[in-house]
């Protein structure tokens, strides 16, 4: 059996995908900058162990023996992202690694207006120029990023977008990592590109209907240009580096790029996807504060 790691193994993602694979009788390798987070899975099989991608020496060590990892994108953006998953790449490739899948995002186009798109863009170049075998997990928006935004449509009563009429076929968490995990023990998947998606592509008036629906109260859309959208987030005290980048997922979905629905969680799983419907009514506590 191969052995299999997952970094970032303490963040949202990393948890659920370790808690599969040790449900499915594996012992994977955690790595992680706090080793300490993780011992509930220690205790449980899982060897975990200190992996920081701003040190590579450590990084590469601390791979050894892997054949199968699944590498993370880390929660920072920009050419400092870009910098650290190519550390990570380089490592995994000098500590022998057979097999790397990447966390990425659907279509990262050089077009994409998508902020992360160009981080995404550049960690699978580097990937595919390591001459490693590699698999792209190309992970839609997570439906539960939207429940702070319904919760908030449904405090002011109106959902405030700059996606225009573009739609965002929203995947759960959960479907993300049990793709992650169905590709990490199989057979199959080498060199391919799955698009990971939710049911739907759900643009804001069915956002706004569905957050409407749950809640019980009125919600309505109201469309701004990006500009305006970034102001207003700025307005609610975020940074401005923050509001554009946020705003720029909702250019991406106005131009199309994260509307397109697979069959990957279905084809993957054997089971479909949850739905933003699902996630929404779950959380339903969240929305109506």
Excluded at 202 to 210: F, K, N, S
Aim: glycine fraction near 10%.
């Amino acid at each position: 059996m191969p052995t299999i790691a997952i970094t970032g193994a303490s963040g949202h993602l990393g948890r659920l995908v370790a808690e599969l694979l040790l449900d499915k009788g594996e012992q994977p390798v955690l790595l992680t900058r706090d080793p300490a987070a993780l011992g509930e899975f220690a205790q449980r099989g899982a060897d975990v162990r200190h992996g920081d991608f701003s040190d590579p020496t450590g990084l590469r060590s601390a791979l050894t023996g892997v054949d199968r990892l699944l590498l993370i994108s880390t929660d920072i953006i920009g050419p400092g992202r870009v910098e650290l998953q190519t550390q990570a790449v380089e490592a995994a490739r000098a500590a022998g690694v057979g097999h790397v899948l990447y966390t990425s995002l659907p279509s990262p186009d050089p077009d994409n207006p998508a902020a992360v798109a160009v981080d995404h863009r550049a960690t699978e170049t580097a990937l595919l120029d390591s001459g490693l075998t590699w698999t792209f997990l190309r992970n839609n928006i997570y439906a539960e990023y939207q429940i702070p935004t319904a919760a908030q449509a449904v405090a002011g009563g109106q959902l405030v977008t700059n996606s225009g009429a573009g739609a965002t076929a929203y995947v759960s968490r959960e479907d993300c990592a049990a793709a992650a995990a169905a590709v990490l023990t199989s057979e199959g998947h080498e060199n391919t590109v799955y698009d990971i998606t939710g049911p739907e592509a759900i643009d804001a008036a069915a956002l706004a209907a569905l957050a409407a629906e749950i809640s019980g109260r009125p919600v309505e859309v109201l469309h701004v240009d990006d500009e305006g959208y970034v102001q207003g987030l700025v307005a609610a005290g975020l940074p401005v580096e923050v509001a554009q980048m946020i705003a720029s997922f909702g250019a991406s979905a106005r131009g199309g790029w994260a509307e397109r629905v697979s069959t990957a969680v279905r084809d993957l799983t054997g089971r479909e996807p949850r739905s933003l419907r699902d996630v929404l009514a779950e959380n339903r506590a969240a929305l109506i504060g």
